[in-house]
T-cell receptor, first 115, second 110 residues
């Protein structure tokens, strides 16, 4: 099956710094990638939809300037948490889809802890 | 508005007992429904989707448009079925993302 990787798997950073998380589709070209956030014991909340070569579409309540998303190629999307604060600590999960209407494959997630 | 409701946070059953994980949805249109499973310390993975009408690991789910439900069933639970199960929907085709329910943790007791 299709594989999606994320790097890093976990990161600890100081408040005020920026953190970049990479999401890669390893054996397929993803026209669309999605970024989710999951708090402990809660469901996945969609943050944004990222289409290759175009601007990401953010969900209501998600700050565009806070969570910068870049989908520069068909196999890579990045999420940058800018000026991170402790409340940004969470589990960030990406998923990728080769074509519209097809199955979404999920990455293993990145755990972010902001001190 | 799109919404997926999983009323049970936790469901405990004995090994060999039948399992039913409930999922109800609201969507203006014809959605596509999915069940995803997340085993301990593993990534989320697709279990089944309603358009495939398949049985995976003994699980089945039937879309009931009248009741707007997509309950997940298995006749005989196994210990390895213990996991977090998420029901999700998306619009048909296009680039619509998945909307997830809050999930149900299934615990199968030996």
């Amino acid at each position: 099956g299709a594989v999606v990787s994320q790097h890093p798997s976990w990161v600890i950073c100081k408040s005020g710094t920026s953190v970049k998380i990479e999401c890669r589709s390893l054996d397929f070209q993803a026209t669309t990638m999605f970024w989710y956030r999951q708090f402990p014991k809660q469901s996945l909340m969609l943050m944004a939809t990222s289409n290759e070569g175009s601007k990401a579409t953010y969900e209501q309540g998600v700050e565009k300037d806070k969570f910068l998303i870049n989908h520069a190629s068909l196999t890579l999307s990045t999420l940058t948490v800018t000026s991170a604060h402790p409340e940004d600590s969470s589990f960030y999960i990406c998923s990728a889809r080769e074509l519209p209407g097809e199955t979404q494959y999920f990455g293993p997630g990145t755990r972010l802890l902001v001190l | 508005a799109q919404r997926v409701t999983q009323p049970e946070k936790l469901l405990s059953v004995f090994k060999g007992a039948p399992v039913e994980l409930k999922c109800n949805y609201s969507y203006s249109g014809s959605p596509e429904l999915f069940w995803y499973v997340q085993y301990s310390r593993q990534r989320l993975q697709l279990l089944l989707r309603h358009i495939s009408r398949e049985s995976i690991k003994g699980f089945t789910a039937d879309l009931n448009k009248g009741e707007t439900s997509f309950h997940l069933k298995k006749p005989f639970a196994q210990e390895e079925d213990s996991a977090m199960y998420y029901c999700a929907l998306s619009g048909r085709g296009g680039n619509t993302p998945l909307v997830f329910g809050k999930g149900t943790r299934l615990s199968v007791i030996a």
